[in-house]
């Protein structure tokens, strides 16, 4: 709270995978992006100003935090949907069906099962952080083995 929205975003991605060059703080950086994108773009829209961003309440942040986790479990599961292609596990056609159904069900599993204190104490226990992002990502990972 009071921070910066491009510092805020840093260290949500850094609380989910730290700075590095692995497949998961790639996708953690990219699930930041493409929030502070959409942060900014809802702000833009609206006619308002970036200043904003700077002023978000608490359940604004706690949106967005909210939202990074979504794009960071669903981008990892996204790369596990690949291999599964590439290995024949999975055709194109369940791909897509399972791109579709996977993404609306960790964007509801993370409004259900993340709140609202969890969410903006993300950085402060990484521990915990990593704990909740592995639970959610194997419940979606379940499902493209369950979809196979």
């Given at each position: 709270m009071g921070r910066a929205a491009d510092i805020v975003f840093a260290a949500?991605?850094?609380a989910i995978a730290p700075p590095g060059?692995?497949?998961?703080?790639?996708?953690?950086?990219?699930?930041a992006d493409e929030?502070?994108?959409?942060?900014?773009?809802?702000?833009?829209e609206?006619?308002?100003?970036?200043v904003a961003l700077e002023a978000m309440s608490e359940n604004d942040v706690a949106d967005a935090v909210r939202g990074?986790?979504?794009a960071y479990v669903y981008e990892r599961w996204l790369e596990q949907l690949g291999k599964?292609?590439?290995a024949g596990a999975v055709t194109p056609a369940e791909a897509v069906r399972l791109e579709r159904e996977v993404k609306q069900y960790v964007k509801d599993i993370v409004?259900?099962?993340v709140t609202n204190d969890e969410v903006l104490a993300f950085g402060r226990d990484a521990e915990r952080t990593k704990q909740v992002v592995d639970r959610l990502?194997?419940?979606?990972?379940?499902?493209?083995e369950d979809g196979q």
């Amino acid at each position: 709270m009071g921070r910066a929205a491009d510092i805020v975003f840093a260290a949500i991605a850094n609380a989910i995978a730290p700075p590095g060059a692995t497949l998961e703080e790639a996708a953690a950086r990219r699930a930041a992006d493409e929030v502070l994108a959409k942060l900014y773009d809802d702000v833009i829209e609206a006619g308002g100003d970036l200043v904003a961003l700077e002023a978000m309440s608490e359940n604004d942040v706690a949106d967005a935090v909210r939202g990074v986790i979504t794009a960071y479990v669903y981008e990892r599961w996204l790369e596990q949907l690949g291999k599964s292609i590439e290995a024949g596990a999975v055709t194109p056609a369940e791909a897509v069906r399972l791109e579709r159904e996977v993404k609306q069900y960790v964007k509801d599993i993370v409004l259900l099962d993340v709140t609202n204190d969890e969410v903006l104490a993300f950085g402060r226990d990484a521990e915990r952080t990593k704990q909740v992002v592995d639970r959610l990502f194997e419940e979606a990972y379940g499902l493209l083995e369950d979809g196979q």
